[in-house]
């Protein structure tokens, strides 16, 4: 079964700073997507950001970025410029492909960020 | 374009009472999932729904936990009776079949069982 694991229960970065929220996963397949989602107090998922797992290239959304090392099943958001706004848990996120009984997230257990103005 | 809903955003009940949660998702998506998130962790998987069809309830505790998405569009979930260890916050997300891998979320619905 697949796992996700997000060591960092809590986070805190200077406004304008970056940070680097870290999740590691266990899986045997080849083919699979990850996810960052941002969940603020008013528990509202969003999506930040997408990696397919057959895409070398790591993935970007503005200050969004992540480093994805698929041999060594490591899936790392990077914020750059910190925003008051950006304060929210961070949840990391695997999914099997379609065409293979996908459709469930499994998420990790989270991290809390706090941003300092 | 309106985003998932679900309603209501709260509620208080006490133990052994039945209570019912309702979700309409995105207009064109046929994918339904009802998660349940407890204090602190992240989302689990209740159950998936293909249209009206659920096709993934292997971790919804039959027992005391029903659901239904009849005419394939908004979905009710159900719990009768129930549990102190029910308090929790349950979310819809739904995703559109041209896209299947990106899920959107509702706000949820914080249950807090007295």
């Known amino acids: 079964a697949q796992t996700v694991t997000q060591s960092q229960p809590e986070m805190s970065v200077q406004e304008a700073e970056t940070v680097t929220l870290s999740c590691t996963y266990d899986?045997?397949?080849?083919?699979?997507?990850l996810f960052w989602y941002k969940q603020p107090p008013s528990r509202q998922m969003i999506l930040v950001i997408r990696?397919?797992?057959?895409?070398?290239q790591n993935a970007t959304e503005n200050r969004f970025s992540v480093n994805f090392q698929k041999a060594a099943k490591s899936f790392s958001l990077k914020i750059s410029d910190s925003q008051l706004g950006d304060a929210a848990m961070y949840f990391c996120?695997?999914?099997?492909?379609?065409?293979?009984?996908?459709?469930?997230?499994?998420f990790g257990q989270g991290t809390e960020l706090s941003v300092k103005p | 374009e309106a985003g998932v809903v679900q309603s209501p955003r709260y509620k208080i009940i006490e133990k052994k009472q039945p209570v019912a949660f309702w979700c309409n998702p995105i207009?064109?998506?046929?994918?339904l999932y009802w998660y349940l998130q407890n204090l602190g962790q992240g989302p689990e998987l209740l159950i998936r729904?293909?249209?009206?069809?659920?096709?993934?309830d292997s971790q919804l505790p039959k027992d005391r936990f029903s659901a239904e998405r009849l005419k394939g569009v908004d979905s009710t979930l159900k719990i009768q009776p129930a549990e102190l260890g029910d308090s929790a916050v349950y979310l819809c997300?739904?995703?559109?079949?041209?896209?299947?891998?990106?899920?959107?979320f509702g706000p949820g619905t914080r249950l807090l069982v007295l």
């Open positions: 207009s064109g998506h046929n994918t």
């Open positions: 996120a695997y999914r099997r492909p379609t065409y293979n009984q996908g459709g469930k997230l499994i």
């Open positions: 990696q397919e797992a057959y895409k070398q």
């Open positions: 729904y293909e249209n009206e069809e659920a096709v993934d």
């Open positions: 997300a739904s995703t559109f079949p041209r896209a299947p891998q990106t899920q959107y």
């Open positions: 899986t045997s397949e080849s083919d699979y997507y």
